[in-house]
């Protein structure tokens, strides 16, 4: 049971520069979330997806992209990093938008931004 | 590595006592709730749920109330093991909001 992987791990990049991170989940889920986890905020929203080629924001869009072309993959990027997207970034499946379904999560992406 | 929140409020217990984390939630409509566990370097993992028709659910050494007069969740979790220290935090569904509303967390530190 393979759950839901996030790829990679630990990321350091430039500012400016076009970084995408991965999410795969095996459960067929069809809701995927993107999060990012910072000091004294929690975990906040970035987007969404109810399936496949369906995306919607969430609390804090800005500067980020994502694409679902398939139910198990679900990747974010940042066209072009901020030292202000340095973050832990979370990835997420259900099977429900919060309609009496748990979120499961991903181990996250640390990633820096110089 | 990462710290999901150095000013967050700790809980401080010996092994073997039950511990209590509480949460008061911000929307008299949620619907559902959940509790997660986070331990340094992972992603946070399901606990327990409970519906807002119900008032307490128990699972395997937890307990979640909850308390819709005063919107107040709380988790129990028995005789605390030192595998247990973690951050914890509540999450609810508000009908029509698009997203589960998460708070920032608890740190519970359990010394053996």
């Known amino acids: ?114 | 590595g990462e710290s999901v929140g150095l000013h967050l409020p700790t809980l401080s217990v010996q092994e073997g006592d039950n511990s209590i984390i509480n949460c008061a939630y911000s929307n008299s409509a949620s619907d559902y709730f959940i509790w997660y566990k986070q331990e340094s370097g992972k992603g946070p993992q399901f606990i327990i749920d409970i519906r807002s028709n119900m008032d307490k659910r128990q699972g395997q050494r937890v307990t979640v109330l909850l308390n819709k007069t005063v919107k107040h969740l709380s988790l129990q979790i028995a005789a605390t093991q030192p595998g247990d220290s973690a951050v914890y935090f509540c999450a609810e569904n508000i009908p029509g909001f698009q997203k589960l509303v998460f708070g920032t967390g608890t740190r519970l530190l359990v010394s053996p």
């Open chain 1, 1 to 114: 049971d393979a759950g839901i992987t996030q790829s990679p791990r630990y990321k350091i990049t430039e500012t400016g520069r076009q970084v995408t991170l991965m999410c795969h989940q095996t459960w067929s889920h069809s809701y995927m979330f993107w999060y990012r986890q910072d000091l004294g905020h929690g975990l906040r929203l970035i987007y969404y997806s109810a399936a496949a080629d369906i995306t919607d924001k969430g609390e804090v869009p800005d500067g980020y992209v994502v694409s679902r072309s398939k139910t198990e993959n679900f990747p974010l990027t940042l066209e072009s990093a901020t030292r202000s997207q340095t973050s832990v970034y979370f990835c997420a499946s259900s099977d429900g938008q919060g309609r009496n379904q748990p979120q499961h999560f991903g181990d996250g992406t640390r990633l820096s931004i110089l």
